[in-house]
């Protein structure tokens, strides 16, 4: 199998080729030429297996040019027990009758994130060896916050990479902020941007994109790369854990053959929530695919409209890592439920480039209608989900899950539809420990403490054990303090990378 460009001008790149370059040069995403399907066979094998085994299993399908040693090298590389706390990785648990946990955030940063960002180094390395690369591959990555230290962590001291992270300076939790700015590793470089996400990520967009800028990091053998979504190899080891809540489903006689779940995403940039599609391609019986948003509802109006409007104000909510409103893998979902119409895709991606906005029309309209609900939630809902949860299961969840849980009972609410449910827990409750602790401590207890004393006090109230790699993070040495302006990226990366 083969990598097209979601624009059409690029075809027949190979994955490692896809994986190594990040973004398509036309400006397009790089998606699969076809989607592999799952038997009902091959669902019974993967019931045997565990975490790791079930991913190689289903790399396999997307990388044919990787062989098994390589596939091998990489799953074992990210997902062990010196990366992750659990040993099922991405555990599932119970939280109501037929309503389903899967906490994503056992890796080393406490974030989704590292369940794709632990692998994209081995598949980058990997991919740099099968293709011969010379020049030396420099991430650049623009974060809402979770991707950033989870990039950082997965390539800190890579050999033959450099990592370069953008974070909106005013925009992410002090935990966030922290993880990042202490970050260790001679290969690594971290700045804050004087703006939003979007801000950033258009940032980043618009040095990839700069020839001219591109020719001069040729000439002295380097090339950018990203760590983003945008690129296939952080998409890919997403699927897999859907794929593997759907078969614990089944070895735990949840569901049988043929029997549908529903899937719940707490949604910013679509990258996640499009695995669970990919999955679905794939034959996962899935019935509805949930969006959950925060009040940057840009993803909920296009789902319930068919119109993508981004011109909004940007909103700050307590669910910062879906602060978005360019939501960037919008672009794949919208290359597959066209059949694959490129002039169609890209002429959207340009009215969006132009005018913020661009209309679907009703027949693609009633595709996205088909396979996805979506509605939003605000951050005095997130504070009492949180709360409710904990009161009523003993269950502490932070305030992206928090976002989902509330949307989900929107759903039911609406719909009556109470088939299997899986809610997809994105980050450890003490990643946003200020807002959860408002949710669940007495008022009088949190009056005047800053955020790392919180932590301290939710841990202690709930008794819920803080992450080892949050503990104590309050004191490591601050090593990052670049501050820049939006237009002032490509000179910073430039002095990051010492280009007089
Ligand atoms: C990144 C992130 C999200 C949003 O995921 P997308 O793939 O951008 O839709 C949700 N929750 C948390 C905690 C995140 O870090």
Known sequence: MNYISSRGQVSGVSAAEAIKKGIAPDGGLFVPEYIPTLTEDIFRTLEELNYQDRARHILTYYLPDFNEQEIRYCVEGAYNSNNFDNSRIA???????????????????????????????????????????????????A???????????????????????????????????????????????????????????SG????????????????????????????????????????????????????????????????????????AYYASKMGVPIGKLICAANTNNVLT???RTGIYDRNRPFEKTISPSMDILISSNLERLLFEITDHDTRKVSAWMEELKNSGSY?????????????????????EETIAAIRHTWEEKHYLIDTHTAVAVN??????????????????????????????????????????????????????????????????????????????????????????LDIK
């Open 143 to 201: 974060t809402s916050g979770d991707t950033g230290k989870a990039a950082l962590e997965g390539f800190s001291n890579v050999d033959g990479t450099r990592i370069i992270v953008f974070f909106p300076d005013q925009g992410v939790s002090e935990v966030q902020k922290r993880q990042m700015v202490t970050q260790e590793g001679k290969n690594v470089h971290v700045a804050g941007v004087l703006g939003n996400f979007d801000d950033a990520q």
């Open 91 to 141: 555990p599932l648990n119970q939280l109501g009758e037929k309503i389903y946990i899967q906490e994503l955030w056992h890796g080393p940063t406490c974030a989704f994130k590292d369940m794709a960002l632990q692998i994209l180094p081995y598949l980058m390395t990997t991919s740099m060896n099968k293709t011969g690369e010379t020049s030396e591959i420099i991430i650049l990555v």
């Open 407 to 496: 949307v989900y009972d929107k759903y039911l609410q609406s719909t009556g539809d109470d088939t299997v449910a899986i809610i997809v827990s994105t980050a450890s409750p003490f990643k946003f420990g200020s807002s959860v602790a408002a949710a669940v401590l007495p008022p009088e207890t949190i009056a005047g403490r800053t955020e790392f004393e919180l932590l301290y006090l939710l841990e202690e109230h709930t008794g819920v054990k803080m992450p080892d790699a949050i503990r104590g993070l309050e004191d490591r040495k601050v090593l990052h303090q670049t501050v820049c302006k939006v237009e002032d990226m490509e000179a910073a990366v430039s002095e990051f």
């Open 204 to 275: 980043v967009k618009s040095i990839f994109s700069n020839q001219d800028y591109n020719q001069s990091l040729a000439e002295r053998r380097m090339k950018l790369s990203s760590a983003n979504s945008i690129n296939w190899g952080r998409l890919l080891p997403q699927i897999v854990y859907y794929i593997s809540a759907y078969i614990d489903l089944r070895t735990e006689g949840v569901v049988k053959t043929g029997d549908k779940v529903n899937i719940v995403v707490p949604t910013g940039n679509f990258g996640n929530i499009l695995a």
């Open 301 to 303: 109006d296009f789902i």
């Open 359 to 379: 209309n679907v029309g009703p027949e693609v309209y009633q595709e996205v209608v088909n396979g996805f609900w979506s509605d939003y939630c605000s951050d």
